[in-house]
């Protein structure tokens, strides 16, 4: 079975540039989720997705940051415009349409604004 | 609101000694538990769950991890180390959220070291 995929796995841009990350999550999982894991912290929550329908994006600062889920499979989440501190490793997730189930990573993509 | 403690950045063990990387977790409800590891330049990886049932909780790699719900602890152990143990661990707790999601909280995380 063939895990989450995500692209790019590395991204640097200067700041006020912006940039876009894609994540194809597993076949059938209907639940895809973006965190956002800075260096020597733990990873959190941006947004959280149910198909193509978004269930918590209260995270998710919405004045530079987007995310779309068009037809329930891949998504992306974009940035713009960058700040230095929105870099990070930005990881993608997924699980079954089932709450209390395992979610699945990606291999993240790591930003870095200068 | 729900949080998750880890107090050790890092715990170092000899190979062949057990470890204990310690988890710490405040919800109010019923938690639900969770454990990843993450090697260099990798995502997580899951490790072990604890949903409900049986407080000691077998995963992959020969992990194990205890819940114990009057200290509101789920600390993740291993009878024996190796050295390929050697990473960066999370903890993490889920709860239904308002909307019905599946919010993961996670820990800081602790650095394992194991030395050969």
């Known amino acids: 079975e063939a895990g989450v995929a995500q692209s790019p796995r590395y991204k640097i841009i200067e700041k006020r540039q912006s940039v876009a990350f894609w994540c194809n999550p597993i076949s059938g999982h209907a639940t895809l989720y973006w965190y956002q894991q800075i260096l020597g912290q733990g990873p959190k929550l941006l947004i959280q997705f149910q198909n193509n329908g978004v269930v918590d994006d209260s995270q998710l600062p919405k004045d530079r940051f987007s995310a779309e889920r068009l037809k329930g499979v891949d998504s992306t989440l974009k940035i713009q415009p960058a700040k230095l501190e929105d870099s990070a490793v930005y990881l993608c997730?997924?699980?079954?349409?089932?709450?209390?189930?395992?979610?699945?990573f990606g291999p993240g993509t790591r930003l870095l604004v200068l | 609101a729900q949080s998750v403690a880890q107090p050790e950045d890092q715990v170092n063990v000899a190979e062949g000694n057990p470890l204990t990387v310690k988890c710490t977790y405040s919800v109010s409800g019923n938690p639900y538990l969770f454990w990843y590891v993450q090697y260099p330049n990798r995502g997580l990886q899951f490790l072990l769950k604890y949903i409900t049932g049986d407080n000691l909780v077998k995963g992959s790699y020969g992990f194990e991890a205890e819940f114990n719900k009057s200290q509101t602890s789920f600390h993740l152990k291993k009878p024996s180390a190796l050295v390929s143990d050697s990473a960066l661990y999370f903890c993490a707790v889920s709860l239904l959220s308002n909307n019905a999601g599946n919010m993961l909280t996670f820990g800081g995380g602790t650095r394992l070291m194991v030395k050969p």
């Open positions: 997730a997924s699980s079954t349409a089932r709450w209390r189930e395992t979610q699945y």
